[in-house]
């Protein structure tokens, strides 16, 4: 009988060690880096149309605001997990 509760208790040792390996501790990190590198790419883009004197075309905002939804919800992840 107590040999039974000590088998029980050493498998949910091992069930709780293996779920606490599996849970990514950067979760949502390549999502948030991947938005700061559009957000980074669309304001780049942006200046140097303004600094050659051409109009800002809708495709570089599109890469900030994509860029900032990006960070958001990598953000969110991020939030859920801890």
């Not at 849970?23 to 780049?44: H, Y």
């Not at 883009?45 to 109009?55: E, I, T, V």
């Amino acid at each position: 009988m107590d040999q039974e509760r000590g088998q029980e208790k050493a498998l949910i040792v091992k069930r709780e060690t293996i779920f606490m390996k599996n849970e990514s501790g950067n979760a949502g990190s390549i999502t948030r880096l991947f938005g700061v590198i559009l957000v980074f790419l669309g304001a780049l883009d942006s200046m140097l149309a303004w600094r050659g004197g051409f109009a800002l075309s809708a495709f570089y905002i599109a890469l900030i605001v994509s860029g900032i939804f990006l960070y958001a919800i990598g953000a969110v992840r991020r939030g859920s997990r801890a």
